[in-house]
C-alpha cells in the first residue's frame, strides 16, 4: 500500500477487496434494521432527509479516498452506500404508498424499480473506459451516487409528509388533507379521508408493531408469508446468478471481451423497460399474475435454458439460443417478480405493522443476496450449468403459492386487504375473527 510505503501480499489484497464489496450488504442490513424505527420516530420525510446526508457523506468520501491513499474510507464509503440503500428503499416505498391513491398505488410504488434499473445502466454506461471507467476517474465514478441525493434533499424540502402517517399516526387530520391537496392536486378528497379514519379508528389505541410482533402475531400469519417469498426470490430466483453466468456463455458465443460490456448493457436495458411495461400493468392485471406466472414462465424458461446449455457443443447456434433465453429470463423477471415485490409491503400490511413489515422485508433480501453471492461461486463449481435447477424449483413453488393462495389487493383499500387475509389467518376459527383485539380491521 502506498500509504504505508510496503507491498501487499496476493492475499490481503483479495481479503480487502472481498470486504469492500461484502460491506454493502452489511450496510444495507442496518439501514433496513432502522427503517422500522426513524420514519416511526421522526417521519417518512425527515428519516429520507437524514438518508440523502448519508449518501452525499459516502459520496465525499469516495472523492477523496485516492487522495488519502485510504482503503478505509473507501469501506466506510460503500458501507454508508448500503445503509442508503437499505433504508432509502423501505422509507421510498413507506412515503410513495401512504402518499398515493390506490387506483396509482401499485404504479407509484413500481417506480422505484424502474429507477434502480436505470441505475443498473447509467452505472453501466457510464462505467465504460470512454467515459468514467479510467484509473484517474473511479473516484468520481463511485462519487456519482451523491448528485440523486442532492438533487432529492433539495427537492424533498418543498414535498409535505406522507398523509397517511400525519392522520393515522399522529391524528393530524387536517395537515394531512393539505398534504393530499398539495400532492393529488384535488379538493374532492372525502372517500380517501374516510378510508383513513377508518383504518384509525381500526387501530385506536394500537402503538406501532415491533418485529417481534409482527413475526409471532396471527393476524399478520399470511400476510408475513406472501412478504417473505417474493422478497427472498428476489435473490432465489436466480436472477443474480444467471447475470453472473451471462459472460460465460457470451464468451462461448465468440463474443469479443471488449463488446461484452455492451451486452450487459442491454440485458440491463431490456429489465428497465419490462420493469417499465410492468408498472402500467400492475394496476390493471393485478399483483397475483404478474408475480405468480412470472415465477412460473422463469422457472419454465432456465429448465430450458439449463437443457440447452447442456447440449451446446451439439450444433454451432445453440449458443445464441441461450443468449435468447437469458434476455427472455430477464424479460419476464422484470415484467413480474423484480418491481411487484417492491409494492407489497405498503399493500399487505395496516398502518401500525408496516414500517415492521418494511424491516423484515429488507432484512430477508439482503440476507438473501448476502447467501447468495457467498455461495454461488460454489455452487456453480460443484453443479455447472445445473445449478440453476436450484432456481426452477424455487420459482415453481413460490408461483405455485402466489397464484392459489393469495389474495388479489388490486383497488382495494386497507381493510379490505386486511379482512380478505383475515380469511386466511383465522380459515378455521371463524368465530375468532370478530374476537381479536390485535386485528380490529374486521369489525368494520
Wanted: aromatic share 12%; net charge neutral.
Amino acid at each position: 500500500m502506498l500509504r504505508y510505503e510496503a507491498p501487499v501480499d496476493e492475499s490481503a489484497d483479495q481479503l480487502i477487496w472481498s470486504f469492500i464489496v461484502a460491506v454493502l450488504s452489511l450496510g444495507a442490513w442496518a439501514g433496513a434494521i432502522h427503517s422500522g424505527s426513524l420514519p416511526v420516530t421522526y417521519g417518512r420525510k425527515k428519516a429520507l432527509l437524514f438518508n440523502n446526508v448519508v449518501a452525499i457523506v459516502a459520496a465525499l468520501l469516495m472523492i477523496f479516498s485516492r487522495m488519502a491513499k485510504s482503503f478505509e474510507m473507501i469501506l466506510l464509503g460503500r458501507f454508508l452506500y448500503g445503509y442508503n440503500v437499505g433504508l432509502g428503499l423501505s422509507v421510498h416505498l413507506m412515503y410513495l404508498g401512504e402518499s398515493s391513491p390506490k387506483k396509482l398505488r401499485g404504479f407509484l410504488t413500481l417506480t422505484t424499480s424502474i429507477f434502480i434499473g436505470f441505475g443498473k445502466i447509467a452505472g453501466q454506461i457510464i462505467g465504460i473506459k470512454e467515459m468514467m471507467g479510467t484509473e484517474e476517474m473511479w473516484p468520481y465514478l463511485l462519487a456519482v451516487s451523491g448528485l440523486p441525493a442532492i438533487l432529492q434533499f433539495v427537492t424533498l424540502l418543498f414535498f409535505p409528509e406522507a398523509p397517511r402517517y400525519l392522520y393515522i399516526d399522529k391524528g393530524d387530520a387536517e395537515g394531512s388533507k393539505r398534504a393530499l391537496q398539495w400532492l393529488w392536486q384535488e379538493d374532492n378528497l372525502k372517500l380517501e379521508l374516510d378510508d383513513m379514519q377508518k383504518e384509525r379508528e381500526s387501530t385506536q389505541g394500537e402503538k406501532v408493531k415491533t418485529v417481534k410482533d409482527v413475526l409471532s402475531s396471527r393476524c399478520v400469519r399470511w400476510q408475513l408469508l406472501t412478504l417473505a417469498i417474493p422478497c427472498a426470490g428476489v435473490q432465489f430466483c436466480g436472477i443474480n446468478a444467471l447475470y453472473f453466468y451471462a459472460f460465460d456463455i457470451f464468451r462461448e458465443s465468440g463474443v469479443p471481451e471488449d463488446q461484452m460490456h455492451y451486452l450487459a448493457i442491454g440485458l440491463g436495458a431490456t429489465e428497465l423497460i419490462t420493469v417499465t411495461l410492468c408498472s402500467f400493468l400492475i394496476d390493471r392485471s393485478g399483483r397475483k399474475k404478474l408475480m405468480g406466472y412470472g415465477y412460473l414462465l422463469m422457472g419454465v424458461t432456465m429448465s430450458l435454458l439449463t437443457v440447452m446449455l447442456s447440449i451446446k457443443d451439439l450444433n454451432s447456434w445453440i449458443p445464441y439460443v441461450n443468449i435468447g433465453l437469458i434476455f427472455c429470463v430477464i424479460g419476464i423477471y422484470g415484467l413480474g417478480p423484480s418491481g411487484v415485490s417492491m409494492a407489497l409491503p405498503a399493500d399487505l400490511f395496516l398502518q401500525a405493522w408496516r414500517p415492521s413489515a418494511y424491516v423484515i422485508s429488507g432484512t430477508i433480501s439482503w440476507l438473501s443476496m448476502f447467501l447468495v453471492g457467498m455461495l454461488f461461486g460454489y455452487i456453480v463449481d460443484g453443479l455447472g450449468q445445473f445449478c440453476f435447477l436450484i432456481f426452477v424449483v424455487y420459482c415453481f413453488l413460490s408461483g405455485a403459492f402466489l397464484i392459489h393462495f393469495v389474495p388479489e389487493t388490486k383497488g382495494k383499500t386497507m381493510v379490505e386487504i386486511m379482512e380478505d387475509f383475515n380469511k386466511l389467518n383465522y380459515k378455521n376459527s371463524g368465530a375468532d375473527i370478530e374476537k381479536t383485539n390485535d386485528c380490529l380491521t374486521t369489525k368494520l
